[in-house]
């Protein structure tokens, strides 16, 4: 049976959990929270969750999981077989990544944990913001998937990036990320009654306490 490695609060170790909840797939969860302890980085190579365990070892980073899942699971297909189809939802996942996802994990801290980020990381935070999602409003089709007809490994990244991404440009910069992009803001909406969705909120309401506590640990 395959692993997942990695503790419940992570969004990425989140998008793992979906694209194996989608696919039907069994797995087992074990908590992890990684770090640079000689045990965890002999499992995730950066200290990084989430990792997925297989019969061969260990498989990490987020995208380089969903491919082998892709590849080797049952279930429906979360990236089209067409090679131009496929670029174009690998595309989106990268661009949600790196042009949302990271620009709004660099105001975590002040959105959710209370703390204090320095201006200059703020403005470059919200300029990036903004500019990523025009970029996913060019790019997205968002009828209804943010790549066309079903769901894909670009929807895995979407609801788990763009929900925290609105949350910081809520909290942060008073804004409506998706003020003018009415099919992004329906699509949220609807992927986040999916109902593997909503365990993995629930999930990750009821680790909350233990990832704070181990949070706290570190300071």
Request: aromatic share 10%.
């Amino acid at each position: 049976m395959l692993k997942l490695y990695g503790f419940s609060v992570s969004n990425y170790y989140n998008m793992v959990k979906l694209a194996l909840l989608e696919k039907g797939v069994p797995f087992e969860e074990v908590p992890f929270f990684a770090g640079q302890s000689p045990e965890a980085l002999a499992i995730s190579p950066r200290g990084k969750v989430p990792v997925l365990g297989v019969e061969q070892g260990y498989v990490n980073e987020t995208s380089v999981i969903l491919e082998y899942i892709e590849q080797t699971q049952p279930g429906p297909k979360l990236l089209p077989v067409d090679p131009f189809e496929r670029a174009q939802v690998l595309a989106l996942a990268k661009e949600i990544e790196l042009y949302i996802e990271l620009p709004a994990r660099a105001c975590y801290a002040e959105a959710f944990f209370g703390m204090t980020v320095p201006e200059a990381i703020k403005e470059k935070a919200r300029t990036e913001l903004l500019e990523g999602m025009a970029s996913l409003g060019r790019h997205g089709k968002f009828a209804p998937y943010v790549a066309g007809e079903t769901l894909s490994v670009a929807d895995i990244y979407f609801v788990f990036s763009v929900n925290l991404a609105c949350a910081v440009g809520h909290k942060v910069f008073g804004l409506d990320l998706l003020a003018e992009m009415p099919g992004a803001r329906a699509l949220l909406e609807r992927l986040e009654q999916n109902p593997h969705v909503q365990k993995i909120a629930a999930d990750k309401e009821a680790a909350m306490p233990q990832f704070l506590a181990w949070i706290s640990s570190k300071k």
